[in-house]
């Protein structure tokens, strides 16, 4: 009996060590599950706040070049109605020139955020509604701007061409240039029917990047708040 009591003490010893083992390594288990955690939010508020920039800096981008596109519309209409009524006496500015046969097209977003995003995997958002903004916006909208930015690329090299043939830089009093162009024939340009074509199309490439900044802004600003929402509910 005595032994047997003995041997009954041992093995409630020794399954009250074996409990405290799990217990301990399931203690370990949640510490190492939760920093892990708490890594991954850190990780994920770093790539929030990173996006939260590149749309920022997209949004101040977009906004200055609709800023542009209007005064290059208005160079534009200037040189278009010159052209179109055959005025040889319209005086122009060198800048009005330069600004007419711009289109606007010349834009790069930023991205550096969502490629992070993309390295890290997509699953670091935990907001599901979120990370489907987020990837729409980068993969959708602004990759359909970038293919509408193509828009006229294929001629692009026979414009400038014109250019060069029919207008000169111009420069400042000591000959250095300055932004601006100045016909080399004034009669001459104004009456080329090409000239008149190549203003009558980027006017119209303005209007549709106008109305594409327009869209792509707002759809940069709806996503930047979502983005802010969820950083300020993280803190």
Same mark, same amino acid.
């Given at each position: 009996?005595?032994?047997?009591?003995?041997?009954s003490?041992?093995l409630?010893y020794?399954?009250?060590?074996?409990?405290?083992?799990?217990?301990?390594?399931?203690?370990?288990?949640? /510490? +190492?599950?939760? %920093?892990q955690?708490?890594? #991954?939010r850190?990780? $994920?508020?770093?790539?929030? !706040?990173?996006?939260?920039?590149n749309?920022?800096?997209?949004?101040?981008?977009?906004?200055?070049?609709?800023?542009?596109?209007k005064?290059?519309?208005?160079?534009?209409?200037?040189?278009?109605q010159?052209?179109k009524?055959?005025?040889?006496?319209?005086?122009?500015?060198?800048e009005d020139?330069?600004?007419?046969? /711009? +289109?606007?097209? %010349?834009?790069?977003?930023? #991205?550096?955020?969502? $490629?992070?995003?993309?390295? !890290?995997?997509?699953?670091?958002?935990?907001?599901?509604?979120?990370k489907?903004?987020i990837?729409?916006l980068?993969?959708?909208v602004?990759?359909?701007?970038?293919?509408?930015?193509?828009?006229?690329?294929?001629?692009?090299?026979?414009?400038?061409?014109?250019?060069?043939?029919?207008?000169?830089v111009?420069?400042?009093?000591?000959?250095?240039?300055?932004?601006?162009?100045i016909?080399?024939?004034?009669?001459?340009?104004?009456?080329?029917?090409?000239?008149f074509g190549?203003?009558?199309?980027?006017?119209?490439q303005?209007?549709?990047?106008?109305?594409?900044?327009?869209?792509?802004?707002?759809?940069?600003q709806?996503?930047l708040?979502?983005?802010?929402?969820?950083?300020?509910?993280?803190?």
């Open positions: 009996m005595l032994a047997e009591n003995k041997f003490k041992y409630i020794a399954i009250g060590e074996i409990v405290l083992v799990v217990i301990g390594i399931l203690i370990a288990l949640s /510490l +190492n599950n939760w %920093n955690w708490q890594q #991954q850190e990780k $994920e508020t770093t790539i929030l !706040n990173d996006l939260k920039e749309l920022e800096s997209n949004i101040r981008l977009l906004e200055n070049e609709m800023k542009y596109i005064r290059c519309n208005r160079s534009g209409e200037l040189i278009y010159l052209v009524n055959e005025n040889t006496n319209g005086l122009i500015t060198p020139w330069h600004r007419a046969v /711009l +289109n606007g097209g %010349n834009l790069i977003l930023s #991205q550096e955020g969502y $490629e992070s995003l993309k390295n !890290n995997g997509f699953d670091i958002i935990i907001n599901a509604d979120l489907k903004e990837i729409f980068f993969e959708n602004h990759l359909g701007l970038l293919r509408s930015l193509q828009w006229g690329a294929s001629v692009q090299a026979a414009n400038d061409k014109f250019i060069l043939e029919h207008f000169y111009n420069n400042d009093d000591e000959g250095n240039p300055i932004f601006g162009m016909p080399r024939d004034y009669k001459n340009v104004i009456k080329n029917h090409y000239y190549l203003i009558d199309i980027t006017r119209g303005r209007s549709v990047y106008l109305e594409l900044y327009s869209k792509v802004l707002k759809d940069n709806r996503v708040q979502l983005i802010k929402d969820e950083l300020d509910e993280s803190e």
